[in-house]
């Protein structure tokens, strides 16, 4: 029997490759040293030529007087209108208030401080091109009022003239004069004021409505007596606002004025605020009571509000005895707002008789 030799295996042949690991082509960089190089300093002059032109277009913007020394700083100027169309400028924060009108005065002034060719000005200077030498602080005095009155006066420091323009009146008080368009006046009627039979009440109105009395239709006032709260007086249409000085307004504030008692305590900041809100060219203001005192602080409110709106605040003050002191705060309410202060003695004042209404706007 013969043996079959065993055939060869057919080759099977390749297959798809399906499962073939790949090997990803990196390409490897090789620096090239000069260009390169070149980049770099492209970038850098461009950003160095670009932070020299950024330094070159600003400039630090100086403040105040810079490298001016002696130069006051501070508000420039402060303007404040009124309802007639005037304005005032508080200039450098000065304590007196002048008129727009005279600005033309110290422009020749400003104008060589502003553009460098001319040497620093002073405040004093710019002030007195401004305002001049009006000024309604410096009236003349009255001798005393009514028999057996006497009295010591001061004079305020500030300067300027009163608001608006025609038709001023002059009118005082206690012999203190005042010049403007408008007026308020603040009395105490506190229960001290009844003392020595109420003569200080009873002259304080008798004062007050002959005062009225020089005032007519073109003119405006208010009043405002006052205890531990103001009580101003309101005609039909004010509403404890201004109002008008005609006959039958002053004859109105005849009645109010008669009518109001003395009684109770004494608080001088409230009515002195409500007094000045109500923006007159004088406010008189009338006390027998330094105290409760009114702080330095309080003062210096008074006076910035006075000057925003323009008002010469004088000052009269009872007591009992020749002056012992200099009027303390007092004093310096009128002084600081271009006042006058006066003092009187109460001892010295004889009883008078409730003013007649009849005699008012006559």
């Keep these: 029997m013969a043996i079959k030799e065993p055939q060869p295996k057919k080759a099977i042949p390749p297959g798809p490759q399906l499962m073939v690991r790949r090997v990803p082509r990196v390409i490897s960089y090789q620096p090239r040293a000069k260009s390169d190089s070149k980049a770099w300093l492209i970038s850098c002059v461009f950003h160095t030529v ?22 006051p700083v501070g508000l420039d100027s402060v303007i404040h209108g009124t309802y007639d169309g005037e304005e005032f400028s508080v200039e450098g924060g000065s304590s007196g208030s002048t008129k727009s009108s005279k600005s033309s005065a110290a422009q020749s002034i400003a104008i060589a401080s502003n553009d460098g060719t001319g040497p620093p ?16 602080a410096g009236s003349s005095m009255e001798g005393a009022i009514g028999s057996g009155l006497s009295g010591t006066s001061g004079t305020g420091t500030g300067s300027g003239p009163g608001k608006g323009a025609g038709n001023k009146a002059k009118t005082s008080f206690f012999g203190v004069e005042g ?5 308020v006046y603040v009395v105490d009627r506190s229960d001290s004021m009844n003392a020595y039979g109420a003569s200080p009440l009873r002259y304080a109105k008798r004062e007050m409505l002959k005062s009225l009395n020089a005032l007519n239709e073109y003119h405006q006032f208010q009043i405002v007596f006052y205890n531990q709260a103001p009580s101003p007086m309101s005609g039909s249409s004010s509403g404890g606002r201004m109002i008008p000085a005609t006959d039958g307004d002053k004859r109105r504030a005849t009645s109010f004025v008669q009518s109001m008692p003395g009684d109770g305590g004494t608080e001088h ?46 000052a009269i003050q009872f007591n009992v005895g020749a002056e012992s002191g200099d009027g303390g705060w007092i004093r310096a309410l009128a002084e600081m707002n271009r006042g006058i202060y006066k003092y009187f003695d109460v001892s010295e004042f004889k009883i008078v008789a409730e003013p007649e209404p009849e005699k008012v706007g006559e």
């Design 50 to 71: 670009l932070l020299v032109t950024f330094a070159l277009l600003w400039r630090h913007q100086t403040h105040g007087t810079g490298s001016e020394k002696g130069l």
């Design 121 to 136: 000005v002073s405040l004093s200077d710019v002030l007195t091109a401004l305002v001049g030498t009006d000024g309604d």
């Design 179 to 183: 010049t403007g368009q408008s007026f």
């Design 269 to 314: 900041i409230p009515a002195i605020k409500l007094g000045l809100s109500m923006a007159p060219d004088v406010l008189f203001f009338l006390t027998d009571a330094e105290d409760p005192s009114i702080s330095m602080t309080q003062l210096v409110d008074i006076q910035q509000k006075a000057l925003l709106t323009g008002t010469t605040i004088h």
